[in-house]
C-alpha cells in the first residue's frame, strides 16, 4: 500500500483543533494535524473527510491506532447504523436521512465516525449530512467542547436525529395523500403505497440501530466516563429516535391496512361492475323480448299480405266487394291481438 | 430572549399556593407566586398555564430550575407520552383524549407538567383536559394535599386516564355499528373501518406509554418517595391504563378481521352477482332459441304463401277447386310441424 | 351515604362460619358474621353476595378494612381478571365463562373476591358461576378448610377455571361446524368466522391474565403464606389455565386461516362461475350463427318465391311447361348449397 | 374404590425389575413387582401400562406416592406435553406422533410417564409409541440402566422425538405437493392447505412444549441429580426438537404463503376468464354485425322482388322487354351496393 | 465395524500440522498425522475431509476423543447451524450459501467442524464451501496460527459469512426484478414470489444461528479462553451476520408486500375487464337496437309492396294511373317516418 505524502492535499474538507473550547489551529494536511495535536496533549481534534481515499485512512489508522476492521468497514461503506468499541477508539456508523417529495423518496447519507481521547474523525460518503453546521454551532456556543470527544459525538448524533423529523412528516403527508388516493379509487395507488412502504423499511433500518447506539454511548464514552449533563442530553436524542421510530412503526400499519382497503374497495367496485353488467344483461333480455314481439306484430301483416297475393283461380275473399279492406282489416286486426298477447305477456 | 416583566398579565389561567392542605394565595403573576413560595418554605404551588409565551417559560425554567431540553419539548408540543427526570425535577408529557363521536375520531390534549418538591406546573396546549375539575375536587378533599407535589401528580394521571373511558365506550359502539353495517352490505364501511383504525392507532399511542410512566412514578417521584397509600392509588391508574390498552388491541384486532370479512363478503357478493349474471345468461340463450323457433313457425306459411303468389302459367295447385284451402291447410300442418319438432327439441 | 340497620335482610345469598372445618354459623345478617367471628378468634366466615347494595359493601369494608379502590371496582362491575393487595386483603376479579350453543357465545360471570385472614367475601354479579357447589364440596371434604382463606381462594378458582373446560370444547365444536360449512360453500360462513371470532377475544381475555392472577396467589397468601400442598393444587389449576389459553390461541389461528380459506374459495367458485359465463358465450355465439344460418338457408326459397312473384311480362321461365318445378328445384338446391357451404364453416 | 386383588391379571403389558443393568424378574402383577422391589433396595421397576383402569392407577399411586393430580390427568388424558414435580415423583406427559400419509393427518399417541428413585411407569393410552422397542434396546446395551430411571426417561424421550423427523418429512414431502398443485391450478387445494396446516398446528402444540420439559429434566432429575452424560444425551434430544420445530414453523410460513399465492393465482385466473369473456364478446358484437349486414344484403333483392310483385296496373318496367333482367340486375346491383357499404364499414 | 487400516488411503483432501504457525507436516493418512501430533506436543493439526466414510470419522472419534452423538450428526447430515461443547471438543455445523441466479435458489454447503485444543477437523458434505483458500491464506499471514484452533475456527466462520454477502445481494437483485414484473402486470409472479421467498427461508435457517453460535464461541473457546483480539474479529463477523439478517428479514416484509400489492394489482386488472366487458355490453345493447330499427325501416316497404301484390279484384290503386309511384312515394314516406321515429328515440 502507498502511503500519501504528508502534507500532499487531501479529501480533507474540514479540520480543526480546538483547545478549552476555542479553535487553535485549522491545519491543511493531517500531518499538520497530528502535529499540533502532540503539541497540546489537552487539545482535541475534529477531522471532517469526504470520500477518502484508502491511503488517508491507512495514515490515521496509523497515528490513531483505529482497529483494521472498523477501517474495513469505513472503505466499504453499505454498513448499517452501528457502534463498536476497538480498545480505547469507538467507531460509530449513522445513516442520516433526506426526504425528496418529488419521487417519494428517502436518501441516506452513511456517516462514519472514529473518535478516540483526543480526536473525532469524521468520514461522510454522500453529501449530507452536512456536518459543517454542526461545528460552526459548537464553535459558537461556550463550552460546547468541555466535554471533549463525547460532545461531538453527541452533537452529531443530535444533527442526525434532528434531520429525521422533516423524513417523519414528509411520509406522513404521503400518507395521507395516499388515502385520499385511495378514496378516491385511483388506480395507480398501489405501487405507490408498495413504493412508499419499501423507503419507510429502509428508513426503520437507519434509525432503529439508534437506541441501542444510544445506550451504549450512555453507559460509557471511549473514557469510560460520559457526564451526568451529557446523559440528559442523550436521553433527549433517545426520546426523538423513539418518536421516529414509533412514527415509523404507525407508518408502516397505516401503509399496510391502506393496501388491504385498497384491495377491498377495488374488490367492491368490481361488484358493482357485476352488478352493472347483470343489471345491462336484464336490461337487453327486454329489449330482445320487446324487439322480437315487435318483428311478430309486424310479421302478421305480411302472411296476410302473402296469402292474398297467392294466384289460386278459387280464392273466394279476392272477388268480394270489400276484399281489400277486410284484408287491411285483417291485418290491423292480427297486429292488435299480438300486441295485446306480449303486452299482457310483459313482453312489450 | 426578552424576559416578560414581573407582575405583567400573563396566559396563566389557574394558580394557586397551597399550605397543609389549605389554598392560602391565589397570585395573578408569576412573580406573586414566587414571593408566595418564598414566604412559606412548606407550601406549595400548583401553577396552570395555558399556551404559556416562551418567556413564561423561561421565567419559571429561571425559578424553579428546569431543564432546558424540557422547555424546549414544552415549546415545540407534539410530544409522546413520556415521563423524564432532571436532577430535583420531573417532566412529564400526557395526552388527555377526547370522542367526537359525530366525525368518529379521537382528539387529543396534549399536556405537560413540571414538577419539584414545591410546585406542580401544568401546561396545556388544548382546551382539554380541564385540570380545574381535579383541582377543585382536591381542594374540597381533607388531606388531599398530605402527599404534596405527588398527590397533584397522581390526581390528574387519574383525571387523564379516566377520561380515556368514554374513548373506549366511544370506539366500542362504532365497532358495533360498523360490524353491522358490514353485514348490512354497505360499500362505505371499509372507509370507515380505515379510518376508526386510524383513530385507534392513534390512541393506543397515547395510552401504551403511561403504563411505563406509572412504573416510574412509582419506583419513586421527585424527592425519592412515595406513599404506600399513593403506591396504591397509583397501581388503580395503572389498572385503568391495562384495561384502556387491552380494550384498544381488541379494537385492532377487530378492526383488522372486519376488513377481512368485508373482503371476503365483497368477494361473496361479486360470486353471487357472476352467478345471477350467469344464470340470466343462461335464461337469455333459451329466449334466443324460443324467438328463433317461432320464426321459424311463422316462416313457414310466408314460404307457401310465396310459393302460390309465383305467376308460373302451369301449376296445377292453383287451379285446382280447394288449391286456396288446401294452401291454407299447408301453411298450417307445416308450422305445427316445426312446432312440434322444436318442442320436442326443447326449443319452446 | 345511609348505613343499612344491621340485622335487616340483605342481599347476602349463602353466609357460614367455619372453625376447624366445621360450620359453626350460618348468621341470617351480616352483623351475625361478626359477632360469630368476635366470639371465635380462629374461625373464618365465607360470605356470598349476589349483587350487594352499596350500603352492604360499605358495611363490609368497614368491619374489615377493605380498600376504597377495591370498593369501587366491585361496586362498579366491568373489570377485568386481576388480584390486587391492599395491605393484609386481597382483592381478587375472575370471570366464570359459560357457552350458549344456541346463540354460538360465551357469557360470563364476574366474580369478585376479597379476602384476609379470617373472611373471604364473594360478590357475584350475574347467575353464574354458581358458588354453592364448591362450598358444599368443601363442607363435605375433610380437612378442606385447614389452609383457611387460601383453600377457599383455590377451590373458587379451580371451580372457575374447570368452567372453561366446556367453553372450549363448545367452541371447538364450532371450529369443525365451520369448516364443514366453508367446504360446502354456504355464504353465511363469513359472520359466523367473525362472530365466533369475537367471543374466541373475550374468552382470551378472561383466561390470559389469570396466569398471572396464580403466580401472584402461589408467591404468597394474604398471610404471606401457602402451603406446599396447596401450591401443587394452584400448579395444577394453571396447567389447565394454560390449556384453555393454548387451545384459544389455537382457535384464533384456526379461524383466522378459515376466515382466508373461505376468501379463497369465494375467489374460485367465482373464478368458476366466470369460466361457466365465459362457456356460456361461447355456446351462445354458436347458436347464434347456427340460428342465422338456417335464416339464410329459408331465405333462398323466400327470394326466388319473390323473383317469380314478379309481374313482368316477359319471364321466359313463367312459361316453361316445367317452370314450376324448376322454381322449386332451384328452392331446394339453393337451400342445399347454402347448407353445404354453412356446414363446411362450421356453422351449423 | 373397590381395589383388584392383588395377583389378578391387570391391563400391564410390560414389567420388568432391573438390579445393575440386568434383568432380573418379570413378574405378573403389579403385586409381584412391589414384592421385588422391597426384596433389592438398589433396584429398579418398569412397569408398562395400556389404558389401565382407575384401579391400578389407585394400587400404584398407593404404593409409590403418586400424587392424586397427576393420577387424575392419567385418568382423563387430553393433557397438554408437560413435566411436573410432585415431592420425590415426577410425571411427564408426552405426545407421539405418527404421520398418515393417506389421510395426510398426523396422529398423536399420549403417553404418561411417572418416576421415582426406584420406579418408571409408562402409561399409554394409543397403540404408539411402541416402548417395547426402546425398553429391549436398553436391555442389550450395557450399562444403559446405570443411571436409572433418569436413563430410561431419556429413552423414552429419545424415542418419541426420533418419532418425530418421518411426521416432519411427511408433512414437507406435502407442502411440496401442495405448491405443484397450486401451480397446476388445482381448484382444491385451499382445502388441503387449510387441513395440513390444522394438522401442523396441532403437531406444533405437541413439540413446542419439549424444550421446557428437557429444560426441567435437565436441571434435576427426581433426585436431584444429572449426570453429565446424561445431560449431553438430553441437549441432543433437545437439538432435535428444535430441529423439529423449527421445520414446523417453516411449514407454518409456507402454507400460509402458499395460500395467499392461491388466492392470487385464482383471482390471476379469474382475471383471464374476464379478459376472455370481454373478447368472446367483442367478437360476438363482430358476428352480429357480420350477420346483420348479410341480412340487408339479402333483404335488397326481396324487396325488390315485392315490388315489381306489385299489381299496379300502370307499372311501366312491367313492360320493357328487358324488364326482367333489369330487375334481376337490380336486386345484384342493390346488394352489391350494401355489400361495399358494409364492407367500407367494416362490419364484413 | 470394520476399522480402515491405519495408512490406507483416505477420503482425506487436505491435511496438514502446524507449529508456530508453520506447517511441519501434510501426512497422506490420519495415523501420519497422530504421530506427528504426538511428536509436536504445541503443534495442531487442521484435517480436512470431504463425505469421509464411518470408519474414518470412527478413527478420528477414537483419536480425539469426539463424542458419539457428534459423530452421529456427522454422519446422517442434515443439521441446522449449531455449536454442541462435549468436555474438551467443540462440534460446529455451519451452512455455506452459495446463490444460483439461473434458478433463482440457494444452494447449501453443510460444514461440520470438530475442535480440540491440538486439532481442527472439517468435514464437508458439498464441494462449498472452498476451505482450501481459507488455508492458504492463514499459511500465508504471520501469526495467523498463533490463537491455535480458535483462529481456525474464526477464518472458517469468516469465509462462510463473506459467503453470505453475494447470496443477499442476488436476492436483492431479483426482488427489484420482482418489482418490475409486478408492475409490468406479468402473471407468472406470483410463482416466482413465492419460491423466492422459499430460498429465503431456508437462507433464513442458515443465518439466523449464527448470532447463537458467535456468542458460545466469543463467551469461550474449547480451552475456555479467546483473546481479546480474536474476540474483536468474532464481533466483526457477528456485525456481517446482523447484516445479513436483517437483509433477509427486509426481503420476507417486501416479498410479503409485493404479493399483497400484486393481488391488489390483479384485481384491479379484473375490474378494469368488467368495466370494459361491462361497456362493450352497453356498445352491443346499442347496435342491437340500431340493427333493429333499420331492420322495421327495411320491413315497412316489403308490407306495403307484399299488400299491392294481393290479388284482389278491387283495389282502388292499382287502377290509379299514379298508384306505382304513389307505392313507392308510401314505401319512401313510411321508411322515412320509421327513421325519424328510432332517430328521436335514440335507437339510430
Ligand atoms: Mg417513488
Ligand atoms: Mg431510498
Ligand atoms: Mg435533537
Ligand atoms: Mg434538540
Ligand atoms: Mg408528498
Ligand atoms: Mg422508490
Ligand atoms: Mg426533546
Ligand atoms: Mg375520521
Ligand atoms: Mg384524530
Ligand atoms: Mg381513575
Ligand atoms: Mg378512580
Ligand atoms: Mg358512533
Ligand atoms: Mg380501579
Ligand atoms: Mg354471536
Ligand atoms: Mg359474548
Ligand atoms: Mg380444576
Ligand atoms: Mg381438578
Ligand atoms: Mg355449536
Ligand atoms: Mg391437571
Ligand atoms: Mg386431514
Ligand atoms: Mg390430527
Ligand atoms: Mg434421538
Ligand atoms: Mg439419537
Ligand atoms: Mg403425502
Ligand atoms: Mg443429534
Ligand atoms: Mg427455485
Ligand atoms: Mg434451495
Ligand atoms: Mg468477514
Ligand atoms: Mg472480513
Ligand atoms: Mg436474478
Ligand atoms: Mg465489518
Redesign the interface.
Known amino acids: 500500500m502507498t502511503r500519501s505524502t504528508p502534507g500532499r492535499a487531501t479529501g480533507l474538507v474540514n479540520n480543526a483543533v480546538y483547545q478549552k473550547g476555542v479553535k487553535i489551529d485549522s491545519p491543511a494536511t493531517l500531518a499538520g494535524t497530528f502535529a499540533t495535536l502532540a503539541a497540546h496533549p489537552d487539545a482535541i481534534a475534529w477531522i471532517g473527510l469526504y470520500r477518502p481515499s484508502a491511503d488517508e485512512l491507512a495514515e490515521l489508522a496509523d497515528e490513531f491506532g483505529l482497529?483494521e476492521?472498523a477501517i474495513?468497514d469505513a472503505v466499504h461503506a453499505h454498513?448499517?447504523p452501528?457502534i463498536?468499541r476497538?480498545g480505547d477508539t469507538l467507531f460509530m456508523v449513522l445513516k442520516a436521512a433526506h426526504y425528496i417529495d418529488a419521487t417519494e423518496s428517502v436518501e441516506f447519507g452513511e456517516l462514519h465516525v472514529f473518535s478516540g481521547s483526543n480526536f473525532v474523525i469524521t468520514v461522510r460518503h454522500a453529501e449530507s449530512p452536512d456536518l459543517s453546521v454542526v461545528r460552526k454551532r459548537m464553535e459558537t456556543t461556550p463550552g460546547a467542547f468541555d466535554e471533549g470527544a463525547e460532545a461531538i459525538l453527541y452533537a452529531i448524533l443530535d444533527a442526525v436525529v434532528d434531520g429525521y423529523g422533516p423524513v417523519v412528516e414528509g411520509v406522513a403527508n404521503d400518507v395521507d395523500e395516499i388515502?385520499t388516493q385511495v378514496?378516491d379509487g385511483d388506480?395507480a395507488v398501489?405501487?405507490r403505497?408498495?413504493e412508499l412502504?419499501?423507503e419507510v423499511?429502509?428508513f426503520e433500518?437507519a434509525v432503529s440501530p439508534l437506541i441501542g447506539i444510544i445506550d451504549t454511548l450512555s453507559s460509557g464514552f471511549a473514557d469510560g466516563y460520559v457526564g451526568d449533563i451529557l446523559q440528559?442530553?442523550l436521553?433527549?436524542v433517545a426520546?426523538h429516535v423513539?418518536?421516529a421510530k414509533?412514527r415509523v412503526e404507525?407508518f408502516r400499519?397505516?401503509l399496510?391496512?391502506?393496501?388491504?382497503?385498497?384491495?377491498?374497495?377495488?374488490?367492491?367496485?368490481?361488484?358493482?361492475?357485476?352488478?352493472?353488467?347483470?343489471a345491462?344483461?336484464?336490461?337487453?333480455?327486454e329489449?330482445?323480448?320487446k324487439?322480437?314481439g315487435?318483428?311478430?306484430i309486424?310479421?302478421a301483416?305480411?302472411?296476410i299480405?302473402?296469402?292474398?297475393?297467392?294466384?289460386?283461380?278459387?280464392?273466394p275473399?279476392?272477388?268480394?266487394?270489400?276484399?281489400?279492406p277486410f284484408?287491411?282489416g285483417l291485418?290491423l286486426v292480427g297486429s292488435l291481438i299480438l300486441y295485446l298477447v306480449f303486452k299482457r305477456k310483459g313482453w312489450l
Open positions: 482497529h476492521l474495513e454498513q448499517r452501528k463498536e476497538y388515502e378514496f388506480a398501489s405501487r403505497i408498495y412502504n419499501r423499511i429502509e433500518r440528559q442530553y436521553r433527549d426520546d423513539v418518536q414509533e404507525e400499519l397505516l399496510r391496512d391502506i393496501l388491504a382497503v385498497n384491495t377491498s374497495l377495488v374488490a367492491q367496485r368490481q361488484s358493482e361492475e357485476a352488478q352493472a353488467l347483470s345491462a344483461s336484464n336490461r337487453q333480455a329489449e330482445t323480448r324487439i322480437s315487435w318483428a311478430a309486424l310479421f301483416p305480411t302472411l299480405a302473402g296469402i292474398y297475393g297467392m294466384n289460386f283461380k278459387v280464392m275473399e279476392l272477388h268480394w266487394m270489400l276484399g281489400y284484408a287491411l291485418m
